[in-house]
């Protein structure tokens, strides 16, 4: 028990809300990292998992119990509970001693809503006693993260984007490896045909892309970062070289590629960027701990305006402190209208109305990737979001 609780996540530092994680352990993947935790994260973690959440912040047909099901989610089954779905660390009062991880949640687990003193906490057991009196056995499951342990959110939906929607720092692109020449000088490239490369290859695997657009502030028009359509992914199978032909001349042979799959149909002077590493992604749905403000900068993939399951990016990053998981409220922007009341009949701003929810999964320096959770109007760039 010493190692799970010793193995905590180090997003997890100095955010109160989230602290109930140090105290229920991480997954597996974060404990193979070792992070340490302090004395004062420790104490945090304890507190917060000893107090739960007020009664008045529960949903109002919130069960008092639940047995887990496959395809649920931590976000789906918090909002069973909560009013607040992202509020669900502190909600998850277990004991330090009983629980691992909150991510480790199984299909065929009850959870039991225990409503004591003004708080509720939800606790991880069994019924015990044929008389059904209530009282709760503590089961545990000490088990790495396997493919039944639930996600926090539905992962399909994001998990396309983790290496597709890239946000570059620079137009960096612009010095990669491109395409110079298709297989029997095909305009179009599809999987498995053959593309020629040239420029600094030190990898196997790549993703193609298409001349990168900038992104601008909304507001202060300065750009962010550089966003590139996601073509596809090929990889090297033959070495280019220079050579001498038998005329004593120079000559350049391009690197090889074999294109193994494919959005839209690749073609010359689409650039090559390595595959990145798989980050962890069992996000951890939570508030920013302090205030959070920003913009909408532009909807991924060619809409002008999006809905539910679809990413923005927002021009807030690691630099204003944003993190993943975050979860952001959306604001639609008040209409200016004309006062008719007021003989002047001078215009007017109404209100930005909340409207929905956002959840961070990709964070760059600069700029954020996010899920649009729910929301009630179509969401366009120049939307404002805060904390929740």
């Not at 395809?71 to 992202?86: G, M, Q, R, V, Y």
């Not at 660390?89 to 009850?110: A, C, D, K, S, T």
């Not at 396309?160 to 612009?174: G, K, Y």
């Not at 007021?342 to 964070?363: M, N, Q, W």
């Amino acid at each position: 028990m010493r190692r799970a609780i010793n193995a905590l996540s180090h997003s997890v530092a100095g955010i109160t809300g989230l602290a109930v994680i140090g105290a229920l352990g991480c997954s597996l993947a974060v404990q193979a990292a070792d992070f340490p935790i302090t004395t004062q994260q420790r104490g945090t973690a304890q507190k917060v998992a000893q107090n739960g959440v007020p009664l008045s912040e529960l949903a109002p047909n919130a069960p008092d119990s639940y047995t887990v099901k496959s395809h649920d989610t931590l976000w789906a089954i918090s909002k069973l509970f909560l009013k607040s779905p992202w509020r669900w660390p502190e909600l998850w009062g277990m004991n330090l001693e009983q629980v691992r991880n909150p991510h480790l949640i199984y299909p065929g687990q009850v959870l039991y809503l225990d409503k004591t003193g003004g708080r509720a906490r939800l606790r991880m057991g069994q019924q015990v006693g044929p008389d059904g009196s209530g009282k709760l056995s503590p089961r545990v499951r000490a088990s790495g993260l396997g493919n039944d342990a639930l996600a926090s959110i539905p992962f399909n939906l994001i998990e396309p984007f983790l290496t597709e929607a890239v946000i570059f720092q620079t137009n960096e692109l612009e010095k990669s490896p491109r395409i110079v020449a298709t297989q029997a000088g095909r305009a179009l490239l599809s999987r498995g045909d053959l593309a020629y490369v040239r420029g600094d290859l030190s990898g196997n695997e790549y993703r193609i892309f298409r001349e990168p657009k900038p992104l601008l502030d909304p507001t202060t028009r300065e750009v962010l970062g550089y966003e590139a359509a996601y073509v596809g992914a090929a990889e090297y199978t033959r070495q280019g070289e220079t050579r001498v032909d038998a005329n004593g001349k120079s000559e350049i042979v391009p690197a090889t590629f074999t294109v193994t799959s494919i959005k839209q149909e690749a073609g010359v002077g689409d650039r090559l960027a390595l595959v990145p590493s798989r980050e962890f992604t069992n996000y951890s749905p939570h508030a920013p701990q302090g205030p959070m403000d920003g913009q909408i900068v532009s909807i991924y993939g060619d809409g002008l305006t999006a809905g539910q399951n679809q990413i923005v990016a927002l021009n807030r990053g690691s630099n204003q402190g944003m993190e993943r998981g975050h979860v952001l409220a959306l604001l639609s922007n008040g209409e200016h209208v004309t006062d008719s009341t007021d003989p002047s009949k001078p215009t007017i701003k109404l209100p930005d109305e909340r409207h929905g929810l956002l959840f961070v999964f990709r964070v760059f320096d600069r700029m954020s990737y996010a899920l649009i959770l729910s929301v009630k109007e179509p969401v366009q760039a120049g939307d404002r979001f805060t904390q929740p």
